[in-house]
C-alpha cells in the first residue's frame, strides 16, 4: 500500500505523485550485447525476438551531462527523484510483473511514477527509501509493471561490507538437494560491462581506488540488477515456461573478491531463488512464478 502524504518526510511530500514519461526503440543490439555477456545467442536469449525478462533495464536510460555528475558516478540531486542529501545510493530490491510481450526493434514507452519516500533508521544510521512504479508499454498496450525500491544512506558502510566473518551455517531457507545450482566468478571487466549496458554510471561497480577508499567495501560491488539478471537467466536455462512475476532483495552486499553461488528451486506454487557467497550466506533473495 502507497503511504500517505502524513507518512513522508515533509521535505519530500511534492514529490510523491511526480510522473515522467521517455519512450525508447527496443533495438537488438542492446540484447545481443546482453548474450554476449551471458556466453549466450541472440535467439537464445531472445526467441522469436521477444525480450527476455528484466532486460527493459538497458532501455529508457539517459545520460546526464559530465558537468551534472556527482563525486559517485550518479546524477547529482535533484531533477526528478528528490534532493535526499544522504550520499550513498543503492538499488534495494523490486517488483515486476510481465502481463504482456515486448518485441525488439518495436517502440516502447515507460511512464515512472515516485510512489513512496519513507525515512528509516539502520544499522548504518538514517535510511531514506524511494519508491518508483513503472509501466511500460508497447504497441499492444502494458506489457511490464515494475516497483523499485532505491535507497539513500550515509558515508558509513553497512556492516556487511566489511570482511566477513566465516559462517556456523547458511543462512535462509534451507535449500534441497534437487536445487539448480550455477557458481560464478565476476571481474572488473564482466561488472563494466553490465554497467555500459545499462548506463549506470555508479563507480563502485569498476573504479577498486574509489569503492575501497571512499565507500569503505572490501572489493568492487556486484550490481543488485545484474544478480538479479543472472538469476532470472538461471531459470530460463533449468525451468521452462513463462515467467509471469518476479520480485528480488537485496540482503547483503556481493563482491568480486571471491565467486559465488546462483540457486533455484521450487517451492510451493513457484520458483525461490538467490545468490549466496560461498559461506551460504543469502546476498539477494528472488521469487518467481512460472506460467506453462
Not at 539513500?152 to 561490507?161: E, I, L
Not at 540488477?225 to 515467467?243: F, T
Not at 509471469?244 to 546462483?262: G, I, K, V, W
Amino acid at each position: 500500500m502507497t503511504p500517505t502524504k502524513d507518512a513522508v518526510p515533509q521535505e519530500y511530500a511534492d514529490f510523491i505523485g511526480r510522473q515522467e514519461k521517455r519512450t525508447d526503440r527496443l533495438d537488438s543490439h542492446r540484447i545481443a550485447n546482453l548474450a554476449a555477456l551471458l556466453d549466450e545467442s541472440l535467439n537464445a536469449l531472445a526467441p522469436g525476438r521477444r525480450l527476455p525478462p528484466l532486460s527493459h533495464w538497458l532501455y529508457f536510460n539517459r545520460w546526464a551531462p559530465q558537468s551534472e555528475l556527482g563525486d559517485d558516478g550518479h546524477p547529482k540531486r535533484g531533477g526528478f527523484m528528490p534532493p535526499v542529501p544522504l550520499p550513498r545510493r543503492m538499488f534495494a530490491g523490486g517488483r515486476l510483473e510481465f502481463r504482456d510481450t515486448l518485441v525488439l526493434d518495436e517502440e516502447a514507452e515507460r511512464v515512472t511514477t515516485i510512489t513512496s519516500i519513507e525515512r528509516k533508521t539502520g544499522s548504518s544510521g538514517e535510511l531514506v527509501f524511494v519508491t518508483v512504479r513503472h509501466e511500460i508499454s508497447g504497441p499492444r498496450g502494458v506489457a511490464i509493471v515494475e516497483e523499485q525500491d532505491i535507497v539513500y544512506r550515509g558515508d558509513t558502510p553497512p556492516s556487511a561490507a566489511q570482511a566477513p566473518k566465516p559462517a556456523a551455517k547458511a543462512e535462509g531457507k534451507a535449500v534441497p538437494s534437487d536445487a539448480v545450482i550455477s557458481r560464478v566468478s565476476v571481474n572488473p571487466v564482466m561488472l563494466f560491462r553490465f554497467s555500459a549496458l545499462t548506463d549506470n554510471g555508479h563507480r563502485i561497480h569498476y573504479d577498486y581506488p574509489y569503492v575501497t577508499k571512499v565507500e569503505g567495501y572490501p572489493g568492487l560491488v556486484v550490481h543488485g540488477p545484474y544478480q538479479a539478471v543472472l538469476l532470472a537467466d538461471l531459470l530460463r536455462r533449468n525451468i521452462p515456461g513463462r515467467v509471469a512475476s518476479y520480485r528480488f532483495q537485496a540482503r547483503r552486499p556481493l563482491f568480486d573478491t571471491a565467486p559465488f553461488e546462483c540457486v533455484a528451486w521450487r517451492e510451493n506454487d513457484g520458483i525461490s531463488l538467490m545468490t549466496r557467497d560461498l559461506e551460504g550466506r543469502a546476498c539477494m533473495s528472488a521469487q518467481a512464478r512460472i506460467e506453462s
